[in-house]
Nanobody, 126 residues
Framework: QVQLVESGGGSVQAGGSLTLSCTHSGFAYYTWCMAWFRQAPGKGREGVAAISNGGQTAYYADSVKGRFTISRDNDKNTLSLELTGLRPEDTARYYC???????????????????WGQGTQVTVSS
């Protein structure tokens, strides 16, 4: 059974930092593209960052480029997202997702991912 569990969310002031983690079980982690999405209240789910199966290639939404860093540890089945320079508009629930393939052919599209965690809340105050 595929399971994704996020942690590390919290409340910070603008300019602060957080590191989110996602642990997985039930599948060969190194086989798949992995990604982070987020959903703010009243908005659709937005792709934030994605990383190919071996970690060679990372993709970022323009809104987070230069501030967020995605990484993966295939030995520990862990996906991470380092958030720096946080802004109030980064407030959202953040989700870990597993892709449908090894490469991230459509890294920010929900349809390219078929397993999701329950999410972890990030709140940024001004």
């Amino acid at each position: 059974q595929v399971q994704l569990v996020e942690s590390g969310g919290g409340s910070v002031q603008a300019g602060g930092s957080l590191t989110l983690s996602c642990t997985h079980s039930g599948f060969a982690y190194y086989t798949w593209c992995m990604a982070w999405f987020r959903q703010a209240p009243g908005k659709g789910r937005e792709g934030v960052a994605a990383i190919s199966n071996g970690g060679q290639t990372a993709y970022y939404a323009d809104s987070v480029k230069g501030r967020f860093t995605i990484s993966r540890d295939n030995d520990k089945n862990t996906l991470s997202l380092e958030l720096t320079g946080l802004r109030p508009e980064d407030t959202a629930r953040y989700y870990c997702a597993r892709g449908r393939s090894a490469n991230c052919y459509d890294p920010h599209a929900e349809s390219a991912f078929n397993y999701w965690g329950q999410g972890t809340q990030v709140t940024v105050s001004s």
